[in-house]
């Protein structure tokens, strides 16, 4: 029985499939048309557009060009089950890290809208809970962060929300600080045996640091005497720390623009 034939612009009709995308099944051979001898063009027939069906069935669901290849010299069911288990894993696992990464644009997104309310101004908040999973001297200390990177998950975690600045202070000002690798978590995820920042009040504000705002300046005692400043003013009492985390970095002309998050603990009235 002779089987009907069709050329490649019926092909992206009938299947609603690009030319580049026919090329690439029949690159990956998942597809071998004939070609007319009379004009060279390409010639599928019913087997074919069956195949290509088949291949953009299992393409939906994950599955690689090499893998529907397999498929198609033969399998048995219990490895197309296994074939899929695997692909759903590996989906799960997907759809875990795009949620964390979603997460993650939503609170940057806040931040930039909270932005203006707060650059330069003082109130009171709570620290939000973080996990301390280590420490190391400076943040130019660089050759030291390998011992962040022993911490955090790189498919998912960036080296910056990683870190915490720590600085001993007191009515004075400034005395010394060191970095923290941290996690962030919620008062559910504590676990025994760890070791945890949790501090309900603090003095609150966002700075901008970086080459543009301040050149090669170190802004840090300025900052911090204001602040202290104003909690003086207020009647606050110190807890004698204070921490500030790197939340925004944009540019303008070339220059970084770096937005500062401080928490000052104090003690309650």
């Not at 720390?241 to 603990?265: C, G, H, M, Q, S």
Request: hydrophobic share 35%.
């Amino acid at each position: 029985m002779e089987r009907n034939t069709y050329r490649t612009s019926q092909l992206v009709e009938i299947l609603g499939v690009s030319r580049d995308a026919l090329r690439y099944y029949e690159g990956q051979g998942i597809v071998k048309p004939n070609q007319n001898e009379m004009n060279n063009y390409r010639q599928y027939d019913d087997y074919d557009i069956y195949t290509l069906m088949v291949a953009d069935f299992y393409k939906k669901r994950s599955l690689s060009m090499k893998e529907v290849r397999k498929l198609q010299i033969g399998s048995e069911i219990a490895e197309l089950e296994t074939i899929l288990k695997t692909k759903a894993e590996q989906l799960e696992e997907t759809i875990r890290n795009q949620k964390y990464m979603l997460q993650k644009i939503k609170e940057t997104k806040t931040f930039c809208e909270e932005l203006k309310d707060h650059l330069n101004q003082y109130s009171i908040r709570q620290l939000p809970t973080y996990k301390v999973l280590g420490e190391f001297s400076d943040f130019n200390a660089f050759l030291e962060y390998p011992t962040i990177l022993e911490k955090m998950n790189l498919t998912k975690e960036d080296i910056l929300s990683k870190i915490m600045r720590k600085f001993t202070v007191d009515e004075n000002g400034l005395l010394d600080s060191k970095m923290l690798i941290v996690e962030k978590c919620t008062a559910m995820q504590k676990e025994k045996m760890e070791c945890y920042l949790q501090y309900p009040n603090c003095i609150y504000t966002i700075v901008e640091d970086g080459r543009y705002q301040n050149g090669t300046n170190d802004i840090k005692y300025e900052v911090f005497d204001s602040t202290l400043k104003w909690g003086n003013e207020q009647g606050y009492k110190l807890k004698g720390i204070a921490f500030v985390n790197t939340r925004l970095i944009t540019y303008l002309e070339n220059k970084e623009r770096v937005f500062l998050e401080i928490f000052i603990p104090i003690e309650e009235k």
